[in-house]
């Protein structure tokens, strides 16, 4: 058996931080790192921000939720979670987030295999300096969001 070993220090864009959708998302293993298998991001979600309801079609994805809350939209339905709820989504099933607090909500999130999404992230936001700041808030870019989309498997779905 020839068995791949993790290492403590990632390599790649491990520790790199790219700002989208009032999210700063900041990657803690990439595709690289796992032999494709999966991508670990950190994301810390600003008040009142979040992702648009969207469809994966080639990655599944899961959330754990370590700091504030969050709404999660799964297949239609609405649910509150803090510190410690999970979600795990399969390819195909309807989903988005949102912070619905006043301050920083921060979570883990993990999609596999991996690749797609962190590529998604790096063409569809915008990197930054600083992970612990949100940078000011503008309007996104949506021509540029829904291009990125459908170029990793991603549908953007009207909100609900």
Do not use: C, W
């Amino acid at each position: 058996m020839n068995a791949h070993i993790a290492t403590a220090a990632p390599a790649s864009k491990a520790g790199s931080t790219i700002h989208l959708l009032g999210t700063l998302v900041t990657f803690r293993a990439t595709a690289a790192d796992t032999e494709g298998s999966f991508s670990l991001v950190e994301a810390k979600t600003a008040p009142g921000q979040g992702t648009p309801p969207h469809i994966q079609r080639d990655d599944a994805e899961a959330f754990f939720v370590l700091e504030g809350e969050f709404e999660f939209m799964v297949a239609g339905k609405v649910t509150r979670g803090g510190p410690g709820t999970f979600h795990y989504i399969p390819r195909g099933v309807p989903h988005g987030f949102s912070n619905p607090g006043d301050t920083q909500a921060r979570m883990l999130i993990i999609n596999l295999p991996g690749g797609l999404h962190e590529n998604f992230f790096v063409e569809a936001g915008d990197p930054v300096a600083d992970a612990a700041n949100f940078p000011p808030m503008s309007p996104p870019d949506i021509p540029r969001l829904v291009a990125a989309a459908g170029r990793y498997g991603i549908e953007m779905l009207p909100p609900a």
